[in-house]
């Protein structure tokens, strides 16, 4: 049997990650918009280091679920 509190952990990882998914690129796009506009790299930064964490944050909750599934 699963273990179901290991699998609402991962689930709440994931639904974390989710609005990262949504805004990291968003903010990248801008970003690179302000590096033609004004040489402004802040957004480009902020939407790289959001990607990289909604990518890390995303893995984890699934390695978490595949845990409890196949423990």
């Given at each position: ?18 609005p ?19 040489n402004?790299?802040i ?29």
């Amino acid at each position: 049997m699963a273990n179901k509190k290991e699998i609402i952990r991962g689930v709440k990882y994931e639904i974390a990650a989710l609005p990262l998914f949504v805004a990291a690129p968003i903010l990248f796009t801008i970003g690179l918009k302000a590096i033609k506009a004004d040489n402004n790299y802040i957004f480009a930064i902020i939407g790289g280091i959001l990607t990289i964490a909604a990518i890390l944050i995303g893995a984890k909750g699934i390695k978490i679920i595949l845990n409890a599934l196949f423990e």
